[in-house]
């Protein structure tokens, strides 16, 4: 429909919606397990190239009413130009109820409550936050930076009323560090609750494997060894129980790498999921999703 600048990734839940590109690439590009925008230098696209896709959008569909900026993290864009795009779309989209982004900590934090407060009245109400793991260690081993800022991020969105769908990653510290990856991401997700939250399992392109392996094992001190089905079952077992977000948070495992697709609002659900989690553990392979099914 458009011409997007390939590859295109944008959120499961975003499937149905209109993307428009506002930003190549991403920012940061740094995190070892991620290989989505290793083709791209990061690029904020002219603001009249935009205006022209969302001008051709409207013409092609104009009762769109939900839009998600791409790619990486088009939330970093400067706040006016935030604004402008979504003038743009509020006035060419007359249905138009949300526009969404990627986000990074850093994009959220170079925004002040009041920048973020304008843009959610402007329809951005909700980003997408790679959260990955509370734990310091893990997101070290990762290239992915610190939870302090990732923590930091959650509460300015919190403050402000801009919605959160964050992401974890099974399986992100291996074998070894699945507990303390569970435990601190737990930890974190009680002190500052997203509004969404799912789980991801860990899979590697083929072209970021060797570097990835390389940076964890120096990090943690010990090569990394991959999690079985089995062992990320129990890591979302020892998510899920130790979860007790103050607010409640709904939760999503339905992304095409997870093995067992589970839905629930916690701390509402717990007990259902964790019981949902037993019996597929005891069950074995054949209530999981098939390797041959399963996608970034
Ligand atoms: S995980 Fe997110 S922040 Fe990290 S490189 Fe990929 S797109 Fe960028």
Redesign the pocket.
């Known amino acids: 429909m458009l011409d997007y600048d390939m590859p295109l990734w944008r959120p499961p839940s975003e499937g149905d919606n209109l993307i428009i590109q506002a930003t190549l690439g ?1 920012r ?4 070892t397990f ?1 290989s ?2 290793k083709s791209k230098t990061y690029t904020a696209r002219p603001l009249e190239a935009v205006f022209a896709d969302i001008d051709r959008a409207a013409r092609l569909w104009p009762q769109a009413h939900r839009v998600f900026l791409a790619d ?2 088009a939330y970093g864009l400067p706040t006016e130009t935030l604004l402008a795009l979504a003038a743009r779309l509020r006035e060419r989209f007359p249905a138009l109820q949300r526009i969404t982004a ?1 986000a ?1 900590p850093f994009n959220v934090l170079s925004k002040t409550p009041d920048d973020i407060e304008a843009l959610r009245r402007a329809r951005l109400t909700l980003v997408y936050l ?1 959260l990955e793991s509370g734990s310091e260690r893990v997101l070290q081993a990762v290239g ?1 930076g610190s939870a302090r800022p990732m923590e930091a991020a959650l509460a300015r969105c919190r403050e402000s009323g801009l919605k959160v769908s964050a992401t974890v990653i099974l399986g992100l510290g291996g074998r070894a560090h699945g507990q303390e990856h569970m435990a601190a991401t737990a930890d974190l997700i009680n002190r500052q609750p997203p509004t969404y939250l799912s789980t991801l399992h860990l899979m590697l392109a083929p072209e970021i494997v060797t570097d990835f392996l390389a940076r964890h094992a120096e990090r943690m001190g010990q090569p990394f060894e991959p999690a079985s089905d089995r062992h990320l079952l129990t890591e979302l077992r020892w998510l899920i129980e130790r979860l007790a977000p103050p607010t409640p948070v709904i939760f999503r495992s339905n992304h095409a790498s997870n093995a067992l697709p589970l839905a629930g609002t916690l701390p509402r659900d717990r007990d259902r999921l964790l019981a949902e989690i037993d019996a597929a553990t005891e069950a074995g392979e054949e209530t999981l999703r098939p390797w041959w099914r399963r996608g970034l």
Not at 28 to 31: D, L
């Open positions: 991403c940061f590009n740094r995190c991620c989505m925008y990486g993290d990627y990074t790679g992915k």
